[in-house]
């Protein structure tokens, strides 16, 4: 008999399926059914560039102690696809679970000794209770849906809930769900009692949090940050940002006679996206697009022209594996480098890293005010793993005291006032000129924009003293633009530590996990989490009060390492990478091995390692 | 030579418009273009354009690409905004500007290597979408600014300054708008005042994509025995089919002359175009009648020009995405944050 895992809401399921199978709504209702009894739960898609056919897989991590990071392993597979049968059983922690449908009898060798097997004959049953080869397929899900709940112990009736909440308005579909989620129920009852030693028990760790994607929750974000104009082309991951727009201003910014206070345009291509929403945002409108790293790469030369002619833009780029094509459906944060410094000749954008989707929907927001106060691109940077997974967040939050800030734009009254207009001016001397919205006033406040060198009054010259006045200015604004940005948040270990930790965007759940794992094993660390850039003083003080820094990082160059030494004149010898890249997302358990690993090479074996 | 400042003191008898503006007013800086250029013509005209239909110069939106010809915004309505963007990409610019206010006029100024080349496909799409703009473009089949190279307008067996000839067919631009969905196509040349400033007005007025392509030969490079771009191959070929006057205010109008030579075109708006035909049985308002037309002409080596095709129920970007009427750059907090009590709503959903 193999050894059984047995845990009690700490365990990782994943799923195995077919894409297009009808899997991935069965699975969500699974998902959530967790949350509803105050479980807290992290998810992920993993799936192929693909519409029917390729394997794909949802892993829940089911996590009393709210760890959201990926934890790597499985401990009860659910089998649902022959063509990744033997990879699947491969990933089996010892003494784990394997689920799959035992219609068809399989020889012993395609099992593992050290696993114990449940087989449930889901084809047999479907088969005679349905006769519609889509309906036995979709209830298939279902009816695993049910079997699972019984053999974990999740409460039929908040998966009943569910249902019910998922086909309002279509309340004809709910009494077949509910018959083939009993089905299932049922069959475990009776067949498979005491199978799986892994058990959900209701508890109340989940508080007011909520569920939802990084995508939905930045064009939400968007939507509340007074975005009008969005013009965008579809690229994995970053396509449903752009529709969670749509659906969210159809939903908040529809006139009740139909029209809409709102335009969005599927462009031609991604340098149609961007020119698009640099003429609208000339033009005084809040506008965005979405796009992920092959889109940055085209929009390049819009992007200096935005920066040189200091016109705002927000630009979300869920980033995907690189370079190329890549791999278009797995994570990475591997766009730091190019947006920091896209386009050619001298440049710098300012980047925001949200670290899950409430963060998000604050970024979005806040990126327009930044755009417009800096006239200048400003690039949200999500990734794969947090745009299209939902993740266990703090509720979205807005106070209603809160006003766009449109930055310095002068009104046709301060016009007819006879004020000095000269649009690359710096009149504050924070380097940030003021600018008219085309048509403000009948004879003030015109100028020609444009990519060419200009003089303060925006007239074209090519005389260097000019030139480096304006570049000059541009880097004066930038140096405004550190104390704008979201501040890094520092986290101290319980000792004092002389070794740090920075680490930005969806590393964010990982890492906490790492650190009270290490903090265990007698590894204190200090950690920054790095929120934007250009990097605030903040963050060059942390590095510069440890004498070693860990980067952690999803890119095989590391990028955010390479920003830091050249931005805050950092010696390399102080940083040390911690760099994942193959396309998962970062887990505790890599990060835990390779900072223990680096550690013990630098200060021996930790304190407490050998009472363990 | 931008640096010399145009005198502001003009003539105190000069004609005034509507709106007491002269035609200085409606100027821009001294070009620098090359003595003769085409390209200053058409500058001129689109001056006399605005000056006559008396429009404030600061409700104009000057948007331009990479070129001579995307130089030359800077030569006209010096009280409008304008924005020299990149090499091909003017149309999204465009578009973006006036998705964020629908309430200017927007006026696209490019050239056949901006439009042609490495901007045929935005020009294609802005089209398509049914942009409310002017979109002219200056055309002389070839690139001044780098001295000479052929343009993908230039006709096929016509030859370079240095008498290299050009193997590749051309790029009918006309044809490709009206195709494209353009609701008003012409042609016109540079030379030809009487013809294009009554274009570009209509233009103007016209609610949707509106798109005149004008031969604007270049005086350095494109204007040799060889070319079918200069002065004289053009005034030879040239093969208009109307001229136009457009008829201010929408009252109901009748004609007077006789039937068959004058036409009046009633435009959805209800305002009219008078159009003196030149070739008898010519239908501007046929899609199908225009593409034919053309194409029998170009085989015979004519360059037709005039009101080439007018879709009289046109309608404009804004009409298919059904925005408010408002401009999106006017809206404030108050239409488009939806505030904490829907956030609470969104956040129940989502447990």
Known sequence: MPARLEATNDFVIKFANVNGSGSASANRLFARSFVRMGVPIASRNIFPSNIQGLPTWYEVRVTEAGHLGRRGGVDLMVAMNPQTWDKDVAEIEPGGYLFYDSTRVLPQSKFRPDINVVGMPLTAIVNERYSDPRQRQLFKNIIYVGALASLLGIEIAEVEKLVAEQFRGKDKLIPPNYEALHMGRDYAETHLEGAVGLKVRRADAVGDRIFLEGNDASGLGAVYGGATVCAWYPITPSTSLAEAFTKHCGRFRTDPDGKQRFAIIQAEDELASIGMVIGAAWNGARAFTATSGPGISLMQEFIGLAYFAEVPAVIFDVQRAGPSTGMPTRTQQCDILISAYASHGDTKHVLLFPEDPHECFEFAATAFDLADRLQTPVFVLLDLDIGMNEWLCEPLKWDDARRFDRGKVLTAAELEAGRDFGRYLDVDNDGIPYRTYPGAHPTRGSFFTRGTSRDRYARYTEEGPAYVDNMQRLLRKFETAKSLVPKPIRHDAENASRTGVIYFGSTAPAIREAMEALGSRGIDLDTLRVRAFPFSDDVIDFILSHDQVFVVEQNRDAQLKTLLINEGAIDPARLISVLHYDGTPITARFIIDEVSRRWALLHGAPRKEAAE | ?351
Do not use: W
């Open chain 2, 1 to 351: 030579m931008t640096y010399l400042t145009k005198p502001k003191l003009h003539h105190p008898k000069l004609p005034q418009n509507e709106l007491g503006f002269t035609r200085r007013d409606y100027e821009g800086a001294v070009s620098t273009l090359c003595a003769g250029c085409g390209h200053d013509s058409i500058s001129g005209a689109i001056i006399q354009a605005c000056f006559e239909l008396s429009l404030p110069p600061h409700r104009v939106a000057k948007l331009s690409g990479i070129g001579c010809s995307s130089k030359t915004p800077t030569y006209f309505l010096g009280a409008s905004h304008g924005f020299n963007s990149v090499h091909g990409r003017m149309p999204s610019v465009l578009t973006g500007a006036n998705l964020a206010n629908r309430e200017l006029i927007y006026m696209g100024v490019s050239g056949d290597g901006d439009s042609a080349s490495i901007g045929l496909g935005q020009f294609a799409h802005c089209i398509r979408r049914g942009v409310n703009m002017v979109y002219i473009v200056e055309n002389n089949g070839v690139y001044g600014l780098t001295k000479g190279q052929f343009s993908a307008t230039a006709d096929k067996g016509s030859k370079s300054k240095k008498g290299v000839g050009n193997q590749d067919s051309p790029i009918d631009m006309v044809s490709m708008a009206v195709l494209l969905g353009a609701t008003f196509v012409a042609r016109s040349f540079s030379g030809d005042k009487e013809q294009l400033v009554p274009l570009i007005k209509a233009a103007i007025e016209h609610r949707g994509a509106a798109f005149i392509d004008c031969i604007s030969p270049c005086v350095a490079f494109n204007n040799h025995p060889d070319s079918t771009k200069s002065y004289d191959y053009v005034r030879a070929h040239n093969e208009a089919v109307n001229y136009l006057d457009v008829i201010e205010g929408r009252d109901e109008i009748t004609l007077d002359q006789a039937p068959g030579t004058v036409e009046l075109v009633r435009q959805h708006d209800g305002s009219y175009l008078k159009l003196r035909k030149l070739a008898a049985g010519y239908d501007p308002t046929s899609k199908i009648a225009a593409m034919n037309y053309l194409q029998e002409r170009h085989e015979a080596g004519e360059i037709v020009t005039g009101l080439l095709y007018l879709d009289r129920e046109a309608e404009d970007m804004h009409d298919r995405l059904g925005t408010v009427p408002t401009p999106l750059n006017a809206l404030g907090e108050a239409e488009l944050c939806p505030g904490s009590a829907a956030l609470a709503k969104v956040n129940a959903s989502l447990r």
